[in-house]
Structures are given as C-alpha cells and as structure tokens.
C-alpha cells in the first residue's frame, strides 16, 4: 500500500493517515502504550487523544489496512495462519474506566482480542496479521448448549477461518492452527473451501462406534519419536526440548448430542496426531497434545509435519506477550473508554507485529523489505546506509539490497549504535529518519524484554 494511506489506514484525510503512522513509530520506539510516555508531552497527548476518539477512525479500516500488506506478502506461499484469543484485564485499574464489560474473571473489567497472524510454514515468519475481533462482554456469558453458534463467542473461530479464506485465495495453501478453545465441531463442519485445520483437541469426543477419542491411539502403532522444542511458559525463560512417540490415525467422530445446529453432519472424518512425551520432567506436565486435523496422516513424515505446523501457533503467543506485561503493557494505559483502547491495541498489534518480523530477518533470508515499509521509503534507508557501512567486507551490509534482512541489518545497525543517531544529509534524505529509528529501538526493546 502507498504511503498515502498510512500505516493504518487514510481515514478520510491525510493528517490523520500522518498521526497514525507517527503512532506506531511511537509505540515502536518506546516500547509502551501508556499515552503520556508516546505522547511525550501535553502536546502530543493531546494529539494522541484526539485521533483515537475521531469517529473517522475506525478499528475496521485498521485492520484492512494492515492485512491489506499482509495479504501481498503472502501470494505463492505455504500459509499457517494462527487464531488464539487474548484477555486484557484491568484488575486494580478499574477506576473510570467507561464502556468495558466482566473479563474472564466475571469481576474485573477488560475486554477481549481474537487476531489471525499469518506465518510462512517453511520459515516460520511473521507475514503479518490478516484479521482481528476486539470486543467487551456485556454480561456474564453462559455456554449454553441450546444457543446457536452465531450467539456465542466462539463463532470467532468459525470467523478466523473464513477471513483465511477470503484473503488468501493466492496462497499455495492455508492451514489454519489453534489451540483447545477453536476445538468445535461446527468449526470442523462448516470450514470453508480451500483450507485445512489442525486444531489441539479439547473434548474427549464420542467416535462413531461409541468409544472415546482419546482412547483411540491406545490401538495405532508408534509412528516415529521425535523431538519437539517447548517454548518457556514465560518471557525471558528457556524453553526445553521434548521426546516425543507419535501416533496418528483416522477418527470418525459423533456430531454432539446436545448440538444447538441439528444441520451439521451426524458425523465427521477427520485425522488426529498423538504426541505423548516420554521420560518427561520431574517437575510439571508431560508434554501430551492430541491434534485434530482435516489433512491426511498416512505416514511417520505426515504426523511430524503436523506437530511442526501446530508448533507456528507459537508466534501469535509472542506477539501476545509483545503486546502486553512482558512488552508494552496495554493493561497499564491510563486510556479509560473501551472505543479508545480497542484502537490502541490494534496499534499495539501492528507494532508488535513489525517488530517481531524485523527480529525474524536479523539471521537473513529472502524476504523483501517492503513486507514492513512502503517502497518509496527504500532509497531512505539505502542512504541511511552508507553512513553505517566501512569500507571492509566484514562491515558491509551482506544481505540482498532491498530484502527485509538488508534492512534489518541496517535497523539492528542502529539499535546497536544509537536509536537517536541522524545521518548526514540534505534534509530531504534525513525526512524519513523516524520510522527507522522506530523501528531499531522496537527491535532493542523486543530484545531485551522479551528474549526472542
């Protein structure tokens, strides 16, 4: 997208496009969502203030816009898009807050996000985020079986699949992964054309002949042992590597008996991939995941393809933690009516985002930069550049000329540096300074608080 429409979105005018692209250049180089450090002064308070609250812009046109470049980038690839829901809750923050209904707790304030992040399954990179559902509860909500899956909340999963197909018709193939909240049969009945699901089962479901899903591996022979990398269960900690036995299967499961649709298929074909670790850690839970699939499992190669692609769900956590306690701490803004916050974290969102896709490019790869910046920003950075480069091989840039990992390099240059260093120049070519030194504090800050 050019760079007239902003990085989210035109909303009707082109100072407001500026406001919001300085934002995320804001949340990115300070690494924070709280208003009074992006705005700097009361000034630039303000300012934020009065672009959020602006009825023009509008949670919808964001999120076009950024999956708008997503989109691009992912023609011709192998896609995994990732769905998972995150809470943010204001347990103690409550005061004023306007417009928010219960959080998990039933008690607390917060609201809720529900992104789809769209990964390259052969590299594991971040595309981008394709689409995304914020919303507050108005009250407590029951899980009623007689209510249709239209008028509950977990329509969102049904909802991140049909966004994947309908922005990635170009892809080589989408598969979308989620974890044990996305494990609905209506999700499995309803998905639509073009895409597969693996989905980590949550319901010991009964099979068509009356035994139970989980009991089924008992009877498949062990396929292969592998090992599995665990992430930390917190930022900034190790992560360990698992033995696994796989085993894998067909399993015919029994449409609910308590199903509020009546029009889905008594029935359902689908594959499942046990993975069991063994010889396990003293302390803690062995690694078990059972992994339902709309993909055919026939061989020891097919199941591990599996794990691996359930494992990418693990980026969208990573922007999770980007996004909240362990980064920039949306729980912290003293922002207080929900239309406002809803805005913020989808700025939030595409920081973390950008930020993380720039880490991913330090080790190189084939990827164009214009994946993160608009193109008429490139010959910016090549001048920028020539400043940062010696004369020695070992102190030029390596990477591909106008690939993300060109561009990384000279962004980490930065970081490394000075995140505030102006390069010589005409004024022209120091006019498109900020948004690389966004992007090399985003890159120090991930770092450092995150451990990626």
């Given amino acids: 997208m050019g760079r007239q429409i902003g990085e989210l979105g035109y ?105 789809q992040i769209a990964i390259d399954s052969e590299t594991g990179a971040v595309l981008g985020l394709l689409g995304a559902r914020i919303w507050t509860r108005t009250d407590e909500i029951a899980a009623t079986h007689a209510r249709a899956l239209e008028d509950k909340e977990s329509i969102r999963w049904l909802e991140g699949a049909e966004c994947a197909a309908a922005h990635l018709s170009e892809a080589a193939s989408v598969v979308v992964v989620a974890d044990r909240e996305g494990d609905i049969y209506a999700g499995f009945a309803r998905r639509p054309a073009g895409v597969d699901l693996i989905v980590r089962a949550a319901q010991d479901r009964t099979l068509h002949d009356g035994k139970r899903l989980f009991t089924a591996p008992a009877a498949w022979s062990e396929l292969a042992r592998s090992q599995v990398l665990v992430a930390p269960s917190r930022a900034g900690g190790r992560g360990r590597i698992a033995t696994v036995v796989l085993r894998a299967g067909p399993v015919v499961i029994s449409r609910p008996r308590h199903a509020s649709d009546r029009s889905d298929p008594p029935r359902l074909t689908l594959h499942m991939v046990e993975a069991r670790e063994i010889n396990g850690p003293t302390a803690g839970q062995p690694l078990l995941w059972r992994l339902l699939t709309t993909l055919n499992v026939t061989s ?153």
Avoid at 92 to 114: N, Y
């Fill in 11 to 115: 909303f009707g005018d082109a100072r407001r496009a500026a406001v919001g692209s300085t934002l995320v250049e804001r949340v990115m180089e300070t690494g924070s969502l709280v208003i009074r450090k992006l705005g700097g002064d009361r000034a630039g308070e303000i300012a934020i203030h009065r672009f959020l609250s602006a009825p023009s812009v509008t949670t919808v046109e964001i999120v076009q816009t950024l999956a708008g470049r997503t989109v691009g980038a992912c023609d011709g690839r192998r896609i995994v898009v990732a769905q998972d829901t995150t809470e943010i809750n204001f347990t103690g923050r409550e005061e004023r807050r306007r417009g928010l209904g219960p959080a998990g707790d039933g008690v607390s304030a917060g609201f809720f996000i529900h992104p």
């Fill in 300 to 452: 020891a190669a097919d199941a591990q393809e599996i794990v691996r692609l359930y494992r990418l769900r693990w980026r969208i956590e990573e922007i999770f933690r980007a996004l909240k306690s362990d980064g920039m701490r949306l729980e912290e803004t003293q922002m207080e009516e929900a239309g406002r916050l809803f805005k913020l974290a989808l700025v939030g969102l595409a920081a973390a985002t950008r930020t993380l896709q720039l880490v991913d490019a330090r080790d190189g790869g084939p990827r164009p930069a214009t994946d993160v910046l608009d193109a008429e920003l490139l010959p910016a950075a090549e001048a920028i550049a020539a400043t940062l480069e010696g004369k020695t091989a070992r102190q030029q840039n390596p990477h591909p000329r106008y690939s993300l990992a060109w561009l990384a390099w000279i962004i980490a240059r930065l970081g490394g540096w000075n995140c505030y260093y102006k390069p010589p120049g005409p004024k022209t070519m120091r006019a498109g300074w900020a948004p690389f030194a966004a992007m090399a504090a985003g890159i120090v800050i991930a770092t450092a608080q995150l451990n990626v």
